[in-house]
């Protein structure tokens, strides 16, 4: 893992996620001058987030959309448009539980916690065997997204508690998010089951 986060990128994708990480480090800064601590803090709680893209090796579209997804979830608290857009709020839930979904899958394979996507995507896997591993892939980064989003709202009703009563916490809003994000992992789960997401499976061509 640690030759992979050290890898040189290679190709424009990369460097443009490389340059999202950047980014995102001197976003916490801005935010800090000229928004608050509090905004700051948010947008430095995504920042470890970023660096597992590049620890797993994952392939360079996959990490552009991770992380630009990331980011906007981090900057939509910070400029308030998750209260000052209707919608916004359900966008942001569907695509970064699924995201975040899809890499907590791949940190746990490369644990060795979980089955390897590769089982799931391998084109040179039979039907048969094929079958069940997709399935299992789109059930467990399901629950992997729904656990994903409970916790997000727990953090939220933490934030609202103790730390600022204009965090936004409310039973229908709690609960639609959480199904939101849910609908997001199995769409995850999908995409998992048949696209390579990893650097190394694409240079095996399995």
Known sequence: MVDRFLRPPSGP???AADALRVLAGIGVVVAAVFFGPTDAGVLAFVLPGLLLPRLLGVRAGFD???SGVLLVAGWSNVLDLYTSVAWWDVVVHLTCTAVIALMLYLLLAELGIVPPPARAGSAQAR?????PAQATAVV????????V??????????????????????????IGDMAVGGLGAVMAGV????????????DAGG
């Open 13 to 15: 994708a990369e460097l």
């Open 64 to 66: 552009l959309v991770y």
């Open 127 to 131: 039907p048969a065997q094929a079958r």
């Open 140 to 147: 467990l980064t399901a629950a992997l997204g729904l656990a």
């Open 149 to 174: 989003s409970a916790l997000w709202e727990m953090v939220e009703w933490f934030g609202h508690a103790f730390i600022s009563s204009e965090i936004f916490v409310e039973y229908d809003d709690t």
């Open 191 to 202: 995409v998992l089951a048949r696209v390579r997401l990893l650097r190394r499976d694409e």
